[in-house]
């Protein structure tokens, strides 16, 4: 009985769950006691008062909803803020006083997390133990508790003597005061512990791009400057981090735990003065609004606010995802948007880029790469366009396999034109059946198809005397005229027709096949094994060139397919892949039937989500026709025309690339780094920032949509 009504009570709603444990965990006394009305309160509320929000947990939500900005950049919104946060007006404001203090993390320094216990996912991974980072900050808060407590015990033992005592209780320790303590906890050596974690800080950490920029120009100026921070590392290693990080120059450190004086409490400030001067001028700049602003204030200190770069993240960034991989990913682009220099005025599409299809891209390129690996593949082939991007960030990740990765000219319509005898039902699809009483004349759809010199055998062309089957009386009736439009009513009519013409047809497309055999059998030379890379989504680029090379070109090489999605729910032909995923011809990075179905039923066709990736995917090259053959007999190759916005095509790709390197920049290579775990980048991490973006009806994607003027694909 005790137990159905403990789950009534606490289980039923995990919103109360939450909330209740949040106060009763690791309580006591008053507070304990406090807990239990405050359950009963929890629930009087949801079931009395239909305070039914008390009920969710917004964790256990599966969309996250932000609102983005969709008529100017967030950057944009930043500075329109904060129209203080400028390099120029930062080196005014400081300049004016005599001693210019400084701020380390957040500051000066960045992490490429969003959090900053997130950096002790990497220790838990060097050391293999398990929630190393809930003991870490165990042993950190433990740690101070110690030292607190060894104080009060000093100041009662003090009164007890009827000595005044001039001590003060504080919670400032060190390393190594964490460090002993996590050896009491974990077995772990502390020493090596300590050395382990300051080489991964030192490995990590980076300059902040916007106050280095200031820095350097104080220096310049020949301006007195100081360090003054709240931390547990050692003064002896902040002074090698700020130097690896080109931070020189400057007076004096200040660091809690030495002088056993905070920040927080603003008495590391009296230390300051102190050893100043009471009469010095002096000028804090930092992140927190207590400790670094208001307590400054309160000591005697001029202040200059710099805003944290992590501040905005619940407002914008994805928080469903796995923790490391969404700690690093949040924290490189708070970064990147709010810690770059003023000169950095990022376009729409570049954030785009940068904020919504750089995991992705990075995340993709690792699992090609991995993928490869295991599977022996000898040539890795990104088709064209959408491979574009993904090839320069693939080879800028993996520059040692430069010898195996092709960017391979395909599209649609040429794989269409040369399978004409290997699917004649696709051929029909894309070409008749996709275009069906969308207002296209049959002479339009045979420019399409480059059948125009058959064109006087389809003109007139009708049924009248013959027995087709299924085509009734109606069909029958029909006579083909060049500018009729295509309907339900012709198009088997025509079909037929075509199918009466397949001679001349394959005539037609001889030399494209020729020089397309030609093409791919000097880049397959060699090969036992390829993989076919595109964005999706039915997967039939990889396909086609498969049954090509194996059923019509003799080509020797077992070619496989890679997509980032395939056809979902929504589509008309869902399980267009399916056999291939299923035999393993096939792969899909972000989703498939078989795994992140959640994103299967999210991605809908019909609200332009195939359109959202490929613009991320999009190149600043002309669209690929076909193949053909010269009068000299090389290859030659149509070329379409360009796609509209050039210039933000450009810089989405600009903003990925940027993306690829700053994650590169913080976690070392993915082939040799240190931290080649951080590329194990999951399709439903990569997927996240999209979600984000598709919050309220797709608002923020069809605004970058709406930049672009897109064409209907006319295969």
């Known amino acids: 009985m005790r137990l159905e009504i403990y789950n009534f009570l606490v289980n039923k709603h995990p919103g109360i769950k939450k909330r209740y444990h949040a106060m009763h965990d690791d309580s006591t006394g008053l507070i304990r006691v406090l807990s239990h009305f405050y359950l009963l309160w929890l629930n009087f509320a949801y079931y009395i008062l239909f305070m039914h929000h008390l009920g969710v947990d917004k964790k256990t939500d599966v969309y996250e909803l932000k609102n983005l900005e969709i008529k100017r950049t967030e950057l944009e919104k930043f500075r329109a803020e904060h129209p203080g946060i400028d390099v120029e007006h930062f080196v005014k404001e400081l300049s004016k006083h005599e001693v210019i203090s400084f701020d380390i993390f957040d500051t000066l320094i960045f992490r490429p997390f969003s959090e900053p216990g997130d950096v002790f996912f990497l220790l838990g991974e060097k050391l293999e133990l398990l929630d190393f980072k809930g003991m870490r900050m165990r042993a950190e808060w433990e740690a101070r508790l110690i030292r607190s407590e060894a104080i009060r015990e000093k100041i009662k ?34 020493n090596a512990g300590k050395t382990l974690e300051e080489e991964t800080e030192m490995e990590i950490c980076f300059a902040n791009p916007f106050m280095k920029a200031v820095y350097d120009r104080l220096i310049a100026m020949g301006k007195r400057i100081i360090i003054t921070s709240d931390m547990y590392l050692s003064e002896e290693f902040l ?193 008749l059946y996709h275009k069906v009483n969308q207002e296209y004349k049959i002479s339009e759809i045979l420019a399409s198809m480059e059948l125009e010199d058959l064109s006087s055998s389809v003109d007139g062309f009708t049924l009248a005397n013959r027995h087709v089957d299924l085509i009734g009386e109606e069909g029958r009736k029909v006579v083909l005229h060049l500018e009729d439009e295509l309907t339900d009513k012709n198009v088997h009519v025509l079909r037929v027709c075509l199918d009466g013409l397949a001679e001349r047809i394959r005539a037609v497309y001889q030399n494209r096949d020729v020089a397309a055999k030609t093409y791919y059998k000097k880049m397959l030379k060699g090969c036992d094994k390829a993989l076919a890379i595109d964005i999706g989504w039915a997967g039939s680029g990889a396909i086609a060139i498969r049954r090509l090379c194996r059923e019509k070109w003799g080509i020797p090489c077992d070619v496989f397919g890679m997509i980032a999605g395939t056809n979902t729910v929504h589509n008309a032909e869902p399980y267009q892949t399916e056999t291939f995923l299923q035999s393993g011809v096939m792969n899909a990075y972000l989703y498939s039937q078989s795994h992140n179905r959640d994103l299967l039923k999210k991605h809908d066709p019909a609200k332009d989500y195939n359109i959202f990736w490929e613009l991320l995917l999009g190149s600043p090259t002309k669209s690929f026709r076909g193949f053909k053959l010269n009068p000299d007999g090389s290859i030659g190759y149509d070329f379409g025309s360009y796609d509209d916005n050039l210039d933000g095509i450009r810089d989405v790709q600009a903003g990925i690339r940027d993306f690829a390197d700053d994650y590169m920049k913080a976690f070392g290579s993915p082939e040799h780094g240190y931290f080649q775990e951080m590329y194990r980048i999951s399709g439903r991490d990569a997927y996240a920032p999209i979600i984000v973006a598709s919050s309220h009806k797709e608002k923020y994607l069809k605004a970058v949509e709406s930049k672009f003027e897109l064409e209907p694909n006319v295969v």
């Not at 366009?385 to 040429?414: C, F, H, L, N």
Request: with cysteine; aromatic share 14%; glycine share 8%.
């Open 157 to 190: 033992k003090e009164k007890k003597r009827g000595v005044k005592s001039n001590l003060k209780v504080d919670f400032e320790v060190s390393l190594d005061d964490i460090w002993n303590r996590m050896e009491v906890i974990t077995c772990l050596d502390a």
């Open 239 to 431: 002074k090698k981090l700020l130097e690896k990080n080109g931070y020189s120059g400057y007076e004096r450190i200040f660091i809690s735990n030495k002088y056993h004086k905070s920040k927080s409490d603003g008495r590391l400030f009296d230390v300051v003065r102190k050893e100043l001067g009471e009469d010095t001028d002096i000028i804090h700049c930092g992140d927190n609004l207590h400790s670094d602003i208001k307590m400054a204030k309160e000591h005697g200190l001029a202040t200059l606010h710099y805003p944290n770069v992590n501040a905005n993240a619940l407002l914008f960034r994805p928080f469903d995802m796995s923790p490391i991989i969404g700690g690093a990913y949040r924290g490189i682009v708070n970064n990147k948007i709010y810690g770059s220099d003023s000169d950095f005025r990022p376009t729409m599409e570049y954030e785009y880029g940068y904020v919504y299809g750089g995991l992705f891209v990075t995340g993709y390129c690792a699992y090609i790469h991995n993928y490869a690996k295991l599977h022996g593949m000898d040539k890795l082939l990104f088709l064209s366009r959408d491979g574009d991007i993904i090839k320069q960030v693939y080879d800028k990740m993996y520059p040692s396999e430069a010898d195996r990765t092709e960017y391979a000219y395909w599209s649609r319509k040429a794989a269409t034109i040369l399978t004409f005898d290997l699917d004649r039902n696709d051929y029909y699809r894309r070409f």
